[in-house]
Structures are given as C-alpha cells and as structure tokens.
C-alpha cells in the first residue's frame, strides 16, 4: 500500500504539499479533481464555496483566503462563515456515496480524533493514523470524513488534511465524471503539480 509507510515528513513550510501526495501511490495516474466542502453559516446552513468564488476559473490549488479578500470587502457575511472542519453535510455525503456504489474500501483516520484504534497506528504526512474498513457510516452527514480513503481494484481513493476542507480525489474516469459534473458538489480538476493549502479549520 504506498500511503500506508514508515514516517512521511511534511516540507519545510508545513503546508506545500502537491495533490498526488493525497492519493496512494496506485491511485497516482488516475485523474483527479478537488472537492470542496461547504463552509456552515450562522444559521448552521451548509454555503458553497461557488456561492462567492468561482471555482471554475481558478486552479486546484486555490486558497480561499485569498481568492475571497476582496470579495469579503463587498459581501462582509462572509467572514461570518465557518469551516466544517471535515464534517459532510447531506449533499456531499450522499454524492459520494454514490461515487463509491458497493466498492470496498480502506480508511485512515487520525488518531487525534479520540477514537481508539485497534491496531498500531500509521504515519502519513507526520501525522498518526488507524486504518479500518471505510464504512457506510463514515460518508454519512454530520460525520467527519476519514482523512484517507482507498479502494484495492485502483478505482477510487481521496485524502486530505486534517480538519479538511477539501479532498483531492483520484477516481477512474467514469467516477471522476460522476464526481465532476455533479450539481451537488463543487469541484475541479486536479492537476499533478497542484498543491493542496491548508485547510480553512487549522
């Protein structure tokens, strides 16, 4: 499994990491998007990042710091709104799900979460995880997504950081279709050389 190895030690910035590097190694040469989770408003209501950016217009790699200053100027509502520090909501959830049909999966989990892990735990990107089976449970909404995700046949897999904000997603291309034209999802495609920035919830 190439994720799962020996320490992995994040650059010396702590954060410039390229979005292959969220995929297991075999799930490296398929296509792949970002998928942004919503930010919650004060209402606890789920807010698209499309409702203020563009996300089409802009590379993989985009922080939402930067690309909604001077929309924060014109539209001040926004600073109001919150991560949802990897938590889904019910479109994203059931979007998905639909993505991974009867496909089965492994997951990472950090250990900092305060679940108990059976196993020793793995290091990815400097951090210790515990894998398990990915069950329905963890892709329903109200629940924090595992951080990692990989299917053994190289058909689907994500990672992201902790307190995600959004995933990159490598998935074969009818899935990275289903994902990418999906109106319940924001998304774009993902090149290699794109980095994911930290996430909004850090």
Known sequence: MGM????????????QRLAPDFVPASHRGLPMLRLYLPFIDRDGKSVRWSRYVDVENHPASLNWFEATQQVAQEQPEIRDLVSCMGELDESTAEALRDA????????LRWVGYGEVPIDSPVRVHGQDYFAADLSPADVEAGRRVPEFAWDV??????????????????????????????????????????????????
């Not at 991974?100 to 997951?107: E, V």
């Open 153 to 202: 046949e190289t058909r689907l897999a994500w990672g992201g950081r902790l307190y995600p904000d959004s995933l990159i997603v490598a998935a074969e291309p009818p899935i990275f279709r289903q994902l990418r034209n999906d109106p319940r999802l924001d998304s774009v495609t993902a090149r290699a050389e794109d980095a994911l920035p930290g996430s909004v919830g850090d």
């Open 4 to 15: 799962v190895e020996t320490a992995v030690d994040l650059d010396e910035s702590g954060w």
């Open 100 to 107: 991974i049909g009867d496909m089965a999966m492994r997951c």
